[in-house]
């Protein structure tokens, strides 16, 4: 079993829960918003991507409308500029570059070449078990350019309390 | 309308002592920053205003962000009497929290508290923004100024500097270099007041027009191009007051250049408003007056004393010192006939000669006197002119021609405002 294939089977684009009013996005580039690499639609086009202002770190903010299990993450970005370090925590609210470093991550990743190109990475699930905001933390990119760009973000996981049951129902026949 | 948090840095050097903005540096800067906390407050009770100080013994938060406006104002005019040293800072915060005179600013470091001061505001929610009142020369260079710059770039606060009090040594440069690297989407702004009696807190009220969503749109409208307090010495007597006059003159004018762009289907509202606008100035005081005909000469030509306010208006832009007394609105009528001719063959010839003027008053002035059908209704009301006479008709002939501007629907709605005057 690949593991996009079980992806497909349990996880689902966690995209229909997020609370798009509350989504946030330190030292990002206006004309290239965190909606570029997030939202469904904007995100498919090559053209829109989400860009770094000042220098080269994003601190992404992203709340849920609802409880949810994150089970991997999704980058696509390009060579030079796409992430490279990448520190997630799960219920922190309104971190600012200050604080981030005080915080002990809940996961983090150093992507390769291969999650830019939609390779997920596959996260610490006991820790992303009841998610309520997630906060995604862009530390530096691949080729140490003087902005990153991101052009998909794409969260997988489940939902605690509307658990579809059909879904259950196939992972227990495995 | 867009929240924000603000936090004010205030100059308490000892270059504040200088006399160049009356009556002190240091009091004309303590009204503006009134000034701008009463708008702010004002307008939402949701708004939060902050003050610290970047001189005197070391940077000193006065007032955690906070709508209260009763502390704003005890900290910004109470002197400081230090009682004991260790108390310093409480007592700071409740009988004598004042601002004492002395010392260097250190301007990124008041930065920076203030920064500190926003991260820690009750409403996350809130947009920030910090204001730095810049009187004395700026110690720190350029790439310190734009690293703190970037700096909060980053963390998305908005910066406003105004500059005033010494220009030396690229000051300004560094300044403007400071808000260029802030500057995101023209949320921050700087304003260089140079010395004069012109108060700062006009300046000030000046720099906002830019400001997108800082909820004040009435308070924010340029306050710029008057001399002097508008209204007297109100803002140090009686700011409530001064402000309420402020806000609603902003309003008027507001609704004015609405009306301006759309057509006359907005006269009558501004014929109301212009009403209540004259009445709470004749309440007040003669300044007011001035500045209100730059407002009435937009729209409000319809008006019974349209032409002797056409005179003023017309004056006015040629010298803008010409404080008339509030009476003079209320006798119009009766000064009209015998003033109007000659003024009104006069400000006819300054139109003409000055069509190409960029000042709205001209335009304005050019647009109601080239509709001719209101200019013949005048006239015809005037005792001593006959609309008939081949030479009022070139006048007005050549008048038309340069104002294309009308509409029909112009000149039928002035006709008929034109024509109820006439019965008036």
């Known amino acids: 079993m690949s593991i996009a294939s079980t992806i497909q089977r349990s996880q689902v684009d966690l995209q229909d829960f997020v609370d798009w009013s509350g989504v946030e996005c330190l030292n990002q580039n206006s004309g290239h918003s965190l909606i570029n690499a997030l939202k469904q639609g904007y995100r498919d086009d090559d053209g829109l991507h989400l860009e770094s202002d000042a220098d080269e770190q994003l601190l992404i903010y992203i709340p849920f409308t609802q409880v949810v299990k994150l089970h991997s993450i999704l980058f696509v970005g390009p060579e030079e500029e796409g992430p490279r370090t990448v520190k997630l925590f799960a219920n922190k609210e309104h971190m600012g570059f200050s604080n981030v470093n005080d915080y002990l991550p809940s996961d983090s990743a150093i992507l390769s070449e291969e999650n830019l190109k939609g390779k997920p990475i596959v996260l610490k699930y006991?820790?992303?078990?009841?998610?309520?905001?997630?906060?995604?933390?862009v530390e530096d990119n691949q080729g140490s350019a003087e902005t990153s760009k991101v052009q998909k973000i794409i969260l997988y996981g489940t939902t605690v309390e509307?658990?579809?049951?059909?879904?259950?129902k196939k992972i227990e026949e495995h | 309308m867009v929240l924000e948090?603000?936090?004010i840095c205030i100059d308490n050097s000892e270059w504040m002592r200088n006399g160049d903005y009356s009556p002190s540096r240091f009091q004309a800067q303590a009204d503006a920053v009134n000034l701008i906390c009463g708008a702010k407050t004002q307008v939402?009770?949701?708004?939060?205003?902050?003050?610290l100080t970047m001189a005197g013994k070391g940077v000193r938060v006065l007032v955690t962000p906070t709508t209260d406006l009763g502390k704003i104002w005890v900290a910004c005019t109470v002197k400081f009497h230090p009682i004991f040293r260790g108390y310093y800072f409480l007592c700071s915060l409740f009988h004598f929290s004042g601002l004492e005179i002395g010392g260097e600013m250190n301007i990124?470091?008041?930065i920076q508290v203030a920064q500190l001061a926003l991260k820690h505001r009750?409403?996350?929610?809130?947009?920030?923004?910090?204001?730095v009142f810049a009187g004395s020369p700026v110690t720190y260079d350029k790439k310190a100024l734009e690293a703190i710059?970037?700096?909060?770039?980053?963390n998305s606060v908005a910066l406003d500097v105004v500059d005033f009090g010494d220009e030396e040594d690229g000051k300004a440069e560094k300044l403007d270099a400071l808000i260029a690297s802030v500057n995101n989407n023209e949320s921050s702004h700087i304003v260089h007041v140079p010395a004069g009696t012109d108060a700062l807190s006009d300046h000030t009220n000046f720099h906002w027009d830019g400001e997108g969503g800082s909820g004040f749109t009435a308070a924010a409208a340029a306050a710029g191009g008057m001399s002097g307090f508008d209204f007297g010495v109100d803002p140090n007597l009686d700011p409530e007051l001064a402000l309420a006059l402020r806000i609603s003159m902003e309003e008027e004018r507001a609704r004015q250049e609405a009306a301006a762009k759309k057509a006359t289907e907005d006269a009558s509202k501004q014929e109301t408003d212009g009403k209540q606008a004259s009445s709470s100035r004749d309440v007040g005081m003669a300044e007011a007056v001035s500045s209100s005909h730059n407002d009435l000469d937009k729209k409000d030509d319809q008006m019974d004393d349209e032409t002797s306010l056409l005179q003023q208006a017309v004056a006015m832009s040629m010298d803008k010192l010409a404080p008339v007394p509030s009476s003079s609105m209320v006798i119009a009528d009766a000064d009209m006939s015998d003033a109007v001719d000659q003024d009104l063959a006069l400000a006819l010839q300054m139109s003409i000669e000055d069509s190409a003027k960029d000042s709205s008053t001209d335009t304005e002035v050019n647009k109601v006197l080239g509709d001719q059908s209101l200019m013949s209704s005048i006239l015809a009301s005037l005792p001593g002119v006959n609309p008939d006479d081949p030479s009022v008709k070139e006048l007005l002939g050549s008048l038309q021609r340069q104002s294309e501007l009308l509409q029909p629907q112009d000149k039928e709605n002035e006709d008929e405002s034109g024509k109820k005057e006439e019965k008036q």
């Open chain 1, 126 to 137: 006991v820790k992303f078990q009841n998610v309520r905001s997630l906060t995604i933390f």
């Open chain 2, 108 to 110: 990124t470091a008041g």
């Open chain 2, 44 to 51: 939402t009770g949701e708004e939060h205003v902050g003050i």
């Open chain 2, 149 to 154: 710059g970037r700096k909060l770039k980053k």
């Open chain 1, 162 to 168: 509307t658990t579809n049951v059909k879904d259950l």
């Open chain 2, 122 to 131: 009750q409403n996350k929610k809130q947009q920030q923004r910090i204001i």
């Open chain 2, 5 to 7: 948090s603000t936090m």
